[in-house]
């Protein structure tokens, strides 16, 4: 008797469910600025596209919690510790975007999509969701869930409690996303209890599948004290919990005359361990603005009493292609300015391969639908979020392997990369940027060019503690290059970044 009750604890031990935050560490490895993140749709993250139409017709698999555990270890290889896991939750099909409903049309917030769930599994789909995170865990690889800012117009019809009404009593439309509902969130004066407790029920979902961070959508139209709640709630069961914002310092109003405005500063206040930033804007800025903008996230960031951070955001889901706006040459700036830069790295599955996100039946008439637009609507060269389309990915080897190197360089200098000294160089064009990291004997230099079309020669670049005697290690772009007193002159093709060690002076000469 007593050693049949002794087995029954034993594997009821060995079976109970992993409390919250038992072996999470993602909280830390963001404030220290090791976190390389992937974020995924899991509806494409391993679609099986049969037939090589790019959508996932009738008889093939979209992506699904259990299949998506077949490319973790792609994940892994390729140098990533983490996945930003676009929405979860059930989708709205009424004025719906898109013959699958957007990910960000949230039906309810408290379960599990069901287009997620491979209904051939014994497994139910919360099941099938931890299955999922505990093998990212088993690969070393965090788990941050995505929480939608609004609700699906079928939440509204079920619950319209939780949101803002006109004085029509009709559902407010945030500029223009037609498909989702403004959430009544209240103010920081006093906070709509439904809603709160709404999303304490998707902070509870979230933990129940032992995922290691939210990241909120639109994180600026709730209030102060909103956040500072729900986080409380959540770090009260899980002290490493992250908290991302997707909110921005360029980011100035709301999206509709009827959404309270958080900005980004008063969120890390509230509690948030990071933000975007505007790093997106790489693509239309000059050296001296982008500059500027690492220099204002560093002193923005270290003026907090708590550790703060940010995500590299040049290449997110809202984003066009970088293949697409500015070709080859600039998806392979952002893999090393990710690979040198003091934050977090970061980009969306396939940016990796060169995904121009094109698709040919982009906004065209469907035959079949889950929702109630027949219409395969696509936001043009961008991660599609709104249908069964194919798994995301390109053919350009080159960007790849400038990936799997650059992604490999910041792994092998992480000290040199989180903790040593970032100096702005000068040169002598404003399209051209330059920067050194320092960090004890090591020293490199990055290089890069942000014009698009014209190619720029007889760079200078001022290097205060370089010599003529000086060596480099050329580790990216190419070799033409020489070393001066205090300078070094070099060639950029258009778009082009170089990347270079610093070998200390040889005595032969």
């Keep these: 008797m007593k050693k049949s009750l ?13 409390l919250a935050g038992e072996n999470n560490d993602l909280r830390t490895l963001f404030l220290n600025n090791k976190a390389r993140i992937c974020a995924i749709n899991i509806r494409t993250f391993n679609a099986q596209d049969i037939n090589g139409n790019e959508i996932i017709d009738e008889g093939e698999e979209c992506g699904n919690f259990l299949n998506a555990v077949e490319r973790l270890d792609e994940i892994k290889d390729l140098g990533f510790n983490t996945l930003h896991v676009l929405p979860i939750t059930p989708i709205g099909r009424l004025k719906a975007l898109g013959t699958a409903g957007s990910v960000y049309s949230a039906a309810d917030f408290w379960s599990i999509n069901p287009q997620l769930v491979d209904k051939n599994s014994e497994l139910n789909d919360i099941e099938q969701t931890r299955r999922f995170v505990e093998e990212c865990h088993k690969r070393n690889i965090r788990v941050i869930i995505d929480l939608p800012s609004c609700g699906a117009y079928d939440l509204f019809l079920t619950h319209p409690e939780l949101f803002i009404k006109d004085s029509r009593q009709c559902s407010i439309v945030p500029t223009d996303w037609t498909d989702v509902r403004l959430l009544n969130v209240g103010t920081d004066k006093k906070l709509n209890q439904d809603v709160l407790d709404t999303h304490k029920k998707f902070v509870d979902l979230v933990l129940k599948i032992g995922a290691d961070g939210i990241r909120a959508d639109v994180a600026t139209i709730k209030p102060f004290t ?30 509709s005359l009827y959404a309270v405005f958080t900005p980004y500063d008063k969120l890390l206040q509230a509690g948030f361990d990071g933000y975007y930033g505007s790093f997106f804007n790489l693509k239309d800025w000059n050296a001296p603005e982008f500059m500027e903008h690492i220099k204002f996230n560093k002193k923005l960031l270290d003026s907090y009493k708590e550790p703060k951070s940010v995500i590299l955001s040049f290449s997110t889901h809202d984003e066009v292609s970088p293949v697409l706006l500015h070709g080859e040459n600039f998806s392979i700036m952002i893999s090393w300015l990710n690979a040198t ?17 094109l698709y040919p039946w982009a906004n065209t008439k469907a035959e079949n639908s889950e929702t109630d637009d027949y219409s395969y609507f696509v936001h043009r060269g961008k991660l599609d979020i709104f249908n069964f389309s194919r798994k995301p990915g390109g053919e350009n080897e080159n960007i790849l392997n400038n990936f799997k190197k650059a992604f490999e360089f910041r792994i092998k200098n992480s000290d040199l990369i989180t903790k040593g000294e970032f100096l702005e160089l000068k040169t002598d064009n404003e399209k051209v940027f330059a920067f050194e990291r320092n960090y004890k004997n090591q020293s490199v230099i990055v290089i890069g060019n942000l014009d698009f079309k014209n190619p720029q020669y007889k760079i200078t670049v001022r290097v205060p503690n370089v010599r003529k005697k000086n060596d480099f290690e050329i580790i990216a772009g190419n070799e033409n290059i020489k070393a001066g007193n205090k300078k070094i002159f070099t060639d950029l093709d258009n778009g082009e970044i170089k990347v270079l060690r610093l070998i200390k002076q040889r005595k032969d000469l």
């Design 6 to 18: 002794l087995t029954c604890i034993l594997i009821a031990a060995l079976t109970a469910p992993v």
């Design 226 to 255: 909103f956040w500072q709640e729900i986080i409380k709630y959540t770090r009260s069961k899980d002290p490493e919990f992250l908290f991302l914002a997707e909110a921005s310092d360029s980011w100035r109003e709301p999206p």
């Design 341 to 357: 830069l003091p934050f977090n790295a970061y980009c969306i599955d396939g940016f990796f391969s060169g995904d121009a996100y």
